[in-house]
């Protein structure tokens, strides 16, 4: 089923709301601080931006503007929009306070219904760095059972568990987040959220920012950390992803691939890249944000995602018509492919 | 109508009993030596793997003779807690509370999805893995999004199922796993148990429309807690419009299993005793899940 993104929203170390990531427009990118002055972690960077403590270490804050915005962007008004949230790690703050709270940090999304009162079911996907990918999967079959639409919210918050245990990976670079750069030597993490608002249908909507023709999805099976040296998974859930989208390689012009800035990941990812889209795949088309905000875990793919409905949108004003590749991988072998299109109505033309 | 999915399997480990779902009466009462580390993962299993992350393992290994290696097979896992006591460890040592040490090895243990992932790995189920946290539904939605994909095709099996696993909770930690499939099982090994079609999941009693209310005749049960008001809601709709139908909640369940466990536990039961009717499940995060269950057997 075809889908539709009629409102977006977001937050984090560009600073609140989409018209933020303009930022991205420009060639120079931001530096990362260093992720706490006093600590274990004084030596690792993060993306925060100007986010107070408060609001970056706050799942349920960043995901309530973000779903705000994308909520206020579109017409839609119903008293049956689903949510799911797409997070890595919750609140973090219920793991990482010293009141040893019995909280679940996975209860943010209950949370975020009951304040957003948009009448739904909910869902939590907890599938790491893929969450967000994974999620579309499921907006895609609640739209399919009825409901008007779905908000599709990825958040991941500043915490020190989870930068620990990159740390202890080793897969942090001491600088800056270089996705496909020679000189990369890891990943930089950052916080935020994004939102998209779903439909099923282009009718009578607001705006349409881009269509999302397939969405698929695998697993490696091979490590828990580390992806397969081949990236046979990856590249199959590529061409699962184009035969549900009706489309071949040569019809794909814009890429944004998950690209962490790690050795492996980046590598096999390139490499797949540019042996699938052998004729379409050049620098100019690659979308490379994780340089701008930093890899933000389980948000990440919904930051892709928004990103990808901004420029489609305004591919399509220009009456241009461009299909995009968005990839996200995840510890535990994750991997999620989905192809999202310029819109244009009936009454359109597109060259 | 949707088209059914089959469970052929059924497996469950929690801290006090290991094997298939018996009588709840028989959960209770053994002793704690319930996952040897060794036998299972090898010698150095327990250096990679939480506890949580060995209940998964332990549950899925339950489930014999099982075909599933493949693309067309994939992991659905509901939980709350499978990162918990990893987490809450790595935030004492970098707060220097306590001396523990956690490597690079035992990190990965910090990500929830690392349960799914690890029986992704053992079996080599390349098709998707999911894992949805949020409260004691979070498996039932595991079992939702696989039905959808071996009705779609998408994938031919499937392993489901929740674990939790709660350091302060000893007792009511566990796993159980199902093994389910898009078509029906029959041979010297396996027979499916039960026939799965799920029907409806919506949000508490706004979306409650009489149609959802199966034709007379059918047995009708409802899951859920006594006392939680969303469950006091759907009966009062349920006697208002005069359906017949049995309210099944084992409080010695509650005894055995976390909160977060109880309602998956409870249908578990239903499809290993088996029982034929129209099951809602009624969850305090405010959702109902409806399922026709057939037994296999009939």
Redesign the interface.
Known sequence: MAMYVTGIGCIGSLGEGVQSLAAMDSSVVPTPGTMFTE???VDTQFYQGDLSNDIAASSYMMALKACQEALNDSAVES??IALVVAT???DTDT??SDSNSSD?P??V??KLMTALGI??????????CSSAG?AL??CE?LLE?GHAAVLLCGVEAKS???Q??FK???VLDPISCRPFSEDRKGTVLGCGAAALLLVGSALNQKKIYASILGNA?????????APEPNGT?MR?TIQEALDKSSLSPADVKMFIPHATGTALNDKIEKDILKSVFFDTYSVGSIYLIKQYIGHTGGASAAFSYVVASMILYRFSKNGKNINALINCT?????NSSALFSAYFSKKMSKN | MNMPVYVNNVSYVTGAYEGIVPPVELLMGRGNNWFDAEKYLGKRGHRYFSESVKYTLAASMGLTAINLEG?KA??FIGT??V??TT??E??C???EVNDQV???AY??N?????A???V??K?????????????GD?SL?ALW?AQ?LLQSGNITSALIGQVESYREQQVGSGSIMWHLSGTKVKNSEVNSLAAVCRRR???GL??FPDPMLPSQGTPIYVIGKKGEEILERFIKNLEQTSTCYKHVWNESVDQVVCADMRLFTILSMFVMKPVSGSVFVVSG???IFNFKLNNCGE
Not at chain 1, 119 to 128: C, E, F, H, I, L
Not at chain 1, 330 to 334: E, H, L
Not at chain 2, 110 to 114: L, P
């Open positions: 600590s274990q972690l008293n049956n890595g790690a919750g793991i990482e679940s996975y209860d999304t209950s009448g739904g079911v909910y869902a939590t996907v907890s599938n790491a994974y999967s499921v079959d059972e020190i568990t989870t620990s245990a202890l990976l080793l999805l695998s697993c490696d099976a091979f490590h828990l950390t998974e199959r995840a510890f535990g072998g994750n | 693309n994939g992991v709350n807690s990162d918990r987490r809450k790595l935030y040592q970098i707060s956690i490597g690079a990190a990965p910090c990500s929830v999805n690392i799914a992932g690890a992704a790995q079996y080599r189920l390349k098709g998707p893995s999911f894992t949805f946290t949020g409260g979070a939605m999004k959808k999941w919506v949000p706004n979306m995060n405010g959702h």
